[in-house]
T-cell receptor
Framework: LAKTTQPISMDSYEGQEVNITCSHN???????ITWYQQFPSQGPRFIIQ???TKVTNEVASLFIPADRKSSTLSLPRVSLSDTAVYYC???????????FGAGTRLAVHP | DTEVTQTPKHLVMGMTNKKSLKCEQH?????MYWYKQKAKKPPELMFV???????INESVPSRFSPECPNSSLLNLHLHALQPEDSALYLC???????????????FGPGTRLLVL
């Protein structure tokens, strides 16, 4: 399983775009990049997943460059309710074992 | 319905008690998981059930005993726990265990356990 590295914490303000970068230098060919969000005292929630290029859904966008050694989660116009821990994972095909890294604590301020 | 439910929400138990945590999903998922999460730490995988059979045991002490009575239910039986076992216990499910890395896990809200 590829190891991922993310910033420990980030601060932002309401209405700003937030980009959280994740490094996964030893990502395998069949790994998917997956992001989960976790609010205090709740279970993690799936946000977005991608293999390469760009994926967008109603919550976020995920940018993965051609070499796939890093990825960026983009949250447009954050609000206070986006304050949470965001986990980046590289999931291998054929093996659905989630190994969570430390995650990024995002604090959104008024 | 993409909900995983867990009961109880909170549990306080002594070190000699026996208690059980329950998890339920009605999404037709065939893989279910138990995670343990200490404060300000990421979730750690404990057990994986696939098609009601124990697939992965991450070297969890025997005082934790999982059970999967059917495809919708997952229990975690607790006996003779230690204070350091106090944590948030999360249940999750996914369509299947094996397969592409695209499997999404759906998590329940967790049971906050305090061992005195």
């Amino acid at each position: 399983l590829a190891k991922t590295t993310q910033p420990i914490s980030m601060d932002s303000y309401e209405g700003q775009e937030v980009n959280i970068t994740c490094s996964h230098n030893n990502i395998a060919t069949n790994d998917y990049i997956t992001w989960y969000q976790q609010f205090p005292s709740q279970g993690p929630r799936f946000i977005i997943q991608g293999y390469k290029t760009k994926v967008t859904n109603e919550v976020a966008s995920l940018f993965i460059p051609a070499d796939r050694k890093s990825s960026t989660l983009s949250l447009p116009r954050v609000s206070l309710s986006d304050t949470a821990v965001y986990y980046c994972l590289a999931l291998s095909g054929g093996y659905n074992k989630l190994i969570f890294g430390a995650g990024t604590r995002l604090a959104v301020h008024p | 319905d993409t909900e995983v439910t867990q009961t109880p929400k909170h549990l306080v138990m002594g070190m000699t008690n026996k208690k059980s945590l329950k998890c339920e999903q009605h999404m037709g998922h065939r893989a279910m998981y138990w995670y343990k999460q200490k404060a300000k730490k990421p979730p750690e995988l404990m057990f994986v059930y696939s098609y009601e059979k124990l697939s992965i045991n991450e070297s969890v002490p025997s005082r934790f005993s999982p059970e999967c009575p059917n495809s919708s239910l997952l229990n975690l039986h607790l006996h003779a726990l230690q204070p350091e076992d106090s944590a948030l216990y999360l249940c999750a499910s996914s369509q299947r265990e094996q397969g592409a890395g695209q499997e999404t896990q759906y998590f329940g809200p967790g049971t906050r356990l305090l061992v005195l």
